[in-house]
T-cell receptor
Framework: DTGVSQNPRHKITKRGQNVTFRCDPI?????LYWYRQTLGQGPEFLTY????????KSRLLSDRFSAERPKGSFSTLEIQRTEQGDSAMYLC??????????????FGQGTRLTVV | AQSVTQLDSHVSVSEGTPVLLRCNYS??????LFWYVQHPNKGLQLLLK??????LVKGINGFEAEFKKSETSFHLTKPSAHMSDAAEYFC????????????FGKGTRLSVIA
């Protein structure tokens, strides 16, 4: 399967714990995006990378959220000191982009986080 | 600010009748526009895209959308609804400048009645 892969698919954690999610994009895609989706809402943009550079991170929900893409391939999203309000589906997507042009984004199946 | 508005949160149609899901975007010099579909417990799937070529765009499963710059609209249509079309549909805009690469609408839930 050469689509976008996210792991784990489901994560249940206790409040206050740290969690880390992984995203493997389509191999030739240089752009990678993280979104959050809560029930009944559209995906909410969090951050994105072009290769290993994080081009936009001001939309990360708080300083407890951080993302990395160290080698320009896979990415991780970490949430520290989780809160119940962090419970959501976390989506990763990738695309091929150059300057202002951008192909469509392909989405992974998401990681569903439940904070208890 | 960059934005996209889906005018209906829920649309209900009878099987075999036309579908119209409405989308308006904030004006920009060169937006790219997309429609994605999300079936329950499934990932987001691209239906179709507009990237400054033909203004009438055909997608998968018989869907199409027309880009109307004068109306800043990109409505999604299908001549005849099928039960399997029941899902959540998202209009998405990508701007050539700005900090948010893909902006999603809030979604329209399509119900198809037998």
């Amino acid at each position: 399967d050469t689509g976008v892969s996210q792991n784990p698919r489901h994560k249940i954690t206790k409040r206050g714990q740290n969690v880390t999610f992984r995203c493997d994009p389509i191999s030739e895609h240089n752009r990678l995006y993280w979104y959050r989706q809560t029930l009944g809402q559209g995906p909410e943009f969090l951050t994105y990378f072009q290769n290993e550079a994080q081009l936009e991170k001001s939309r990360l929900l708080s300083d407890r959220f951080s993302a990395e893409r160290p080698k320009g391939s896979f990415s991780t999203l970490e949430i520290q000191r989780t809160e119940q309000g962090d419970s959501a589906m976390y989506l990763c997507a990738s695309s091929l982009g150059q300057g202002a042009s951008n192909t469509e984004a392909f989405f992974g199946q998401g990681t569903r986080l439940t904070v208890v | 600010a960059q934005s996209v508005t889906q005018l209906d949160s829920h649309v209900s149609v009878s099987e075999g009748t036309p579908v119209l899901l409405r989308c308006n975007y904030s004006s920009s010099y060169s937006p790219s526009l997309f429609w994605y579909v999300q079936h329950p417990n499934k990932g987001l799937q691209l239906l179709l895209k507009y990237t400054s070529a033909a203004t009438l765009v055909k997608g998968i499963n018989g869907f199409e959308a027309e880009f109307k710059k004068s109306e800043t609209s990109f409505h999604l249509t299908k001549p005849s609804a099928h039960m399997s079309d029941a899902a959540e549909y998202f209009c998405v805009v990508s701007y050539s400048s700005g900090n948010t690469p893909l902006v999603f609408g809030k979604g329209t839930r399509l119900s198809v009645i037998a």
